[in-house]
């Protein structure tokens, strides 16, 4: 698969209404159309079709029975994203932070989970989706309390943003010293979408509402975090010597470019990549509006057109129910 054909990629939402259970729990009958709430049947030149009106575009019934008929052979992968609800999660993060925020704690043995799930994928060239995560004032924390202090506060923040990361199957693919990159691995790159855009989103509640409140209750001042996210492929490639360091590492444009679009959002905002967008749940999309960029923005999607911006409402988020993270 090309960076071409990943970013063009587009996505086709189901539902999938369960009709009948046998009593030995061994055959399910269900029914599955194309989601209702993104699609509508259309008569075009005297022909049915099946209109998208996120993407505006229209697909031959014909093609749309196929396209049933192809999600239905797939394996379903496992349902990501294990925090049903992200206020009790929220709520219940609280005495954790405030103890590991008291306790000063910076030691621990070095582990790296995603090393070894790179190397598996060393020699492939996939799909990923990335999602950077910038700390804003850390410069006020540093100058306000000790050194010791403020690394125990830093370590504290990212470990809590990471372990919410990794409920979602996602992975940290390196720490920025105020904030991460973060990767979300094939092979299910549609669901990785909504699973990576889901993570943002829980995240920045878990700062402003826990970690913050926790941060203010021993006095010290409250963090800022922006977020961008980006898919596209990368390359899994082994940087470095082994007489000093070596790791894996992911090469492509979707990691500098989730990095861009990251310092592209303002405070307390979510930016996303169009790639991203377009590959989300319509529950999702619903909740986000572009971007007007600047002249200065000089990424550009093939056709040459500036490569679109997309910021997420997170409170808009917050009064809907979170999309299921399957195909």
Request: aromatic share 8%.
């Amino acid at each position: 698969m090309s960076s071409d054909s990943v970013r063009e990629h587009n996505r086709f939402d189901l539902q999938i209404e369960v009709i009948e259970i046998d009593p030995e729990g061994e055959l399910v009958q269900f029914h599955v159309r194309p989601d209702t709430g993104r699609y509508e049947w259309r008569d075009r030149d005297g022909e049915q079709v099946l209109y998208d009106r996120f993407d505006n575009v229209y697909f031959p019934r014909r093609l749309v029975i196929d396209m049933i008929n192809e999600a239905m052979q797939l394996t379903p992968g496992p349902e990501l994203g294990v925090i049903p609800d992200i206020d009790e999660y929220v709520a219940a993060r609280r005495p954790e932070i405030a103890s590991a925020l008291r306790s000063k704690r910076t030691t621990g043995q070095p582990v790296d989970l995603a090393e070894a799930q790179l190397r598996a994928f060393e020699k492939d060239e996939l799909a990923f989706v990335i999602l950077s995560v910038d700390i804003e004032g850390s410069t006020m924390l540093q100058t306000s309390t000790d050194r010791q202090t403020f690394a125990a506060t830093v370590n504290a923040l990212l470990t809590e943003i990471a372990e919410l990361i990794a409920r979602f199957h996602g992975h940290v693919l390196k720490y920025t010293g105020d904030g991460l990159i973060a990767y979300f691995a094939p092979p299910t790159f549609i669901i990785k979408n909504d699973a990576a855009v889901d993570s943002a989103f829980c995240g920045r509640r878990l700062v402003y509402e826990a970690i913050n409140r926790e941060l203010e209750a021993i006095g010290l001042p409250p963090i800022e975090v922006r977020l961008g996210l980006d898919a596209g492929e990368a390359a899994i490639v082994v940087l470095g010597s082994d007489k000093t360091k070596r790791h894996a590492d992911l090469i492509g444009d979707a990691i500098s470019l989730a990095r861009k679009i990251e310092s592209r959002a303002g405070t307390g905002e979510i930016f996303l990549g169009e790639t991203v967008h377009r590959n989300l749940h319509f529950s999702w999309r619903e909740l986000c509006t572009e971007v007007d960029l600047s002249a200065d923005w000089t990424y550009s999607v093939s056709d040459g057109r500036p490569y679109p911006l997309f910021r997420l409402d997170p409170t808009g988020a917050r009064s809907v129910e979170r999309p299921p993270h399957r195909p």
